[in-house]
Nanobody
Framework: QVQLKESGAGSVQSGGSLSLSCAASGISYIPNCIGWFRQAPGNEREGVATIYTDYTAYDNTYYADSVKGRFTISQDTAKRTVYLQLDTLEPEDTAMYFC???????????????????????WGQGTQVTVSS
């Protein structure tokens, strides 16, 4: 099955930037649907962004309203890696960031605002993002 590993943990001041990576292994291809989630202590795990890696005809990304315009999700198919560029970071963005994969779903499913943590089966171990004032 799919193994996922996040990297890019860091601490940054408000307004700064970080780059996160999610590398997939255990398969010979990149998962077709990958999402980024985050969870702060005391909070529920929430969706941040998703990407449909097999879809090239149209926009293949979706962003939560809280991060739209500040975060960018992208892929490197050859490296089986999905990235999350975090810009204009705010203290509210402080959380453990996870990537997750779901196989066998199409673009409508993957890019739907209805997606939640309960929809994904394979998860990385998480990487910590800390933003100070």
């Amino acid at each position: 099955q799919v193994q996922l590993k996040e990297s890019g943990a860091g601490s940054v001041q408000s307004g700064g930037s970080l780059s996160l990576s999610c590398a997939a292994s255990g398969i010979s291809y990149i998962p077709n649907c990958i999402g980024w989630f985050r969870q702060a202590p005391g909070n529920e795990r929430e969706g941040v962004a998703t990407i449909y890696t097999d879809y090239t005809a149209y926009d293949n990304t979706y962003y939560a309203d809280s991060v739209k315009g500040r975060f960018t999700i992208s892929q490197d198919t050859a490296k089986r890696t999905v990235y999350l560029q975090l810009d204009t970071l705010e203290p509210e963005d402080t959380a453990m960031y996870f990537c997750a994969a779901r196989l066998g779903r199409g673009p409508g499913w993957c890019l739907s605002p209805a997606r939640s943590k309960d929809d994904f089966d394979d998860w990385g171990q998480g990487t910590q993002v800390t933003v100070s004032s």
